[in-house]
């Protein structure tokens, strides 16, 4: 970070102090999700253990890792380089990517799930890079100043929705790519439907969440 100004430092900050913010908001849904389903125990484990020692664990760590390398590559960023950036820091990105760590390699659909992942961090470097040259000091402020509508931030981030649709509905397609989460190298029995699910609430859940943020950075002007 040693290029960056003391705002664009300053900025690098306030973007990953929020996305862990909504990373661990999300967190707390699949929290919720999984005392329902499970009804408080799951393979003789109690489910908020399971929660904690998986999901608190291994899964929170490794999006941080993605948001981290995201960053990284958004600083880098100066219009032509993305080619040459996600060459150099595919193999890491990949490595902690959620779709891939829970899907089966040997599928015939895993390389497209990660075309898919990569093609999403195509366009997501040129985001970040705008949100760490804007001005303001808070989050809000710098989405903002970066995108100057409601409009214009719905047209940035439905790009990556189009991703995150096109995940869906290839596994929903080939439930059978999933790989059940594993607690001290043990598979846990939970049916793929099972795991379906959880992936699309979560997906519902953050649609909702946007919808709500986007009406927080452009709240509706009164006649």
Request: charged share 25%.
């Amino acid at each position: 970070m040693e290029s960056l100004t003391e705002e664009e430092k300053k900025n690098v900050y306030v973007i990953k102090r929020e996305f862990i913010r909504e990373l661990d908001h999300g967190l707390g849904k699949i929290k919720k999700l999984i005392s329902r389903v499970y009804s408080g125990l799951l393979t003789n484990i109690p489910s908020n253990i399971f929660y904690y020692l998986y999901f608190r664990g291994d899964v929170r760590n490794n999006v941080i890792n993605q948001i981290k390398i995201s960053l990284r590559m958004a600083i880098a960023y100066n219009g032509n380089n993305i080619d040459a950036l996600i060459t150099t820091h595919k193999a890491d990105y990949l490595k902690n990517d959620l779709i891939s760590l829970h899907c089966k390699k040997e599928h015939p659909i895993f390389p497209e799930l990660q075309e898919i992942t990569i093609n999403n961090l195509y366009s997501r470097v040129p985001i970040l890079n705008a949100l760490i040259h804007a001005h303001g000091n808070t989050y809000d402020e710098l989405v903002k100043n970066a995108f100057t509508s409601k409009e214009e931030v719905r047209r940035v981030l439905e790009i990556q929705l189009i991703f995150m649709d096109q995940w869906i509905e290839l596994i929903a397609k080939n439930k059978d790519v999933l790989v059940a989460p594993r607690i001290l190298e043990v598979e846990l029995p939970i049916e793929k439907e099972t795991i379906f699910k959880i992936i699309v609430e979560t997906y519902e859940y953050g649609m909702e969440r946007l919808e709500k943020k986007l009406d927080g950075f452009f709240p509706p002007v009164n006649p």
